[in-house]
């Protein structure tokens, strides 16, 4: 590639980086453990909750949904209130991707810490 096609390139690039970096408030309907839909489709970041579909193995070795279990309690705990996702860019299906704030409460930590979602690292390449 030239120079000038180079420079038009990165021109592009650094002139999209503020856009995605926007603010997204609204009441959500939540889909499952890690994503809601407020105008758009989010996914909340640093975090994985089970499926909907997704079923787990009790200590027992009994099934139970834990995808939907996970979902509700979301629900239950912050349902229906105003949500503030900070938009940090979009994932490989065009999701947003979000931290996201309730009442001033991080909603990321809160799923992990009450067992609902598993906390990572994304290395996407």
């Keep these: 590639m030239d120079r000038p096609r180079l420079a038009i390139l990165i021109t592009l690039l650094i002139a999209t980086i503020p856009a995605m970096a926007t603010d997204i408030t ?3 309907r939540i889909v499952d ?4 839909q407020i105008d758009a489709t989010i996914r909340l970041t640093g975090i994985d909750a089970p499926e909907t579909d997704q079923v787990c193995l009790d200590p027992i070795g009994e099934r139970w949904a834990c995808g939907v279990t996970a979902r509700d309690e979301l629900v239950d705990h912050a349902g229906g209130k105003q949500w503030v996702c900070h938009i940090s860019g979009l994932d490989r ?3 947003s991707l979000a931290a996201c704030e309730v009442d001033g409460e991080d ?3 809160w799923l ?3 067992g609902w979602a598993l906390s990572f690292v994304r290395k996407d390449p």
């Design 26 to 28: 609204g009441i959500p």
């Design 33 to 36: 453990g890690d994503t809601v």
């Design 93 to 95: 299906y065009g999701r």
């Design 107 to 109: 909603i990321q930590p």
């Design 112 to 114: 992990v810490r009450s």
